[in-house]
Nanobody, 121 residues
């Protein structure tokens, strides 16, 4: 079955940096685009970043403003999110996500367990 295991996150001061990672298993990682979302309590879940199968086309939510970098290593089945110049408004639970397809299950979204990022002085 599809599994996404996250690591990273934690507490950082405004202006600081954090790196998130997500290790995938249970599907052919290199065949699927990967996504990072974040959830702020009481707010709609929003897309942070996406990256295509080759890693050549990263895309970001409007709020990122050049501060984050998404990347992937298909040999390691991992996707990363490097976050710099963090702001208190970045405080959220961050999730990696993939939408896979199989003949028996059809199209299905899978989520990592979530990683808390807290930006505070």
């Amino acid at each position: 079955q599809v599994q996404l295991e996250q690591s990273g996150g934690g507490l950082v001061q405004p202006g600081g940096s954090l790196s998130l990672s997500c290790t995938a298993s249970g599907f052919t990682f290199s065949n699927y685009a990967m996504y990072w979302y974040r959830q702020i309590p009481g707010k709609v879940r929003e897309l942070v970043a996406s990256i295509d199968t080759s890693g050549k086309t990263p895309r970001y939510g409007d709020f990122v403003k050049g501060r984050f970098t998404v990347s992937r290593d298909n040999d390691k089945n991992m996707v990363f999110l490097q976050m710099n110049s963090l702001e208190p408004s970045d405080t959220a639970i961050y999730y990696c996500n993939v939408v896979t397809w199989s003949p028996d299950r059809g199209r299905s979204a899978s989520w990592g367990q979530g990683t808390q990022v807290t930006v505070s002085s």
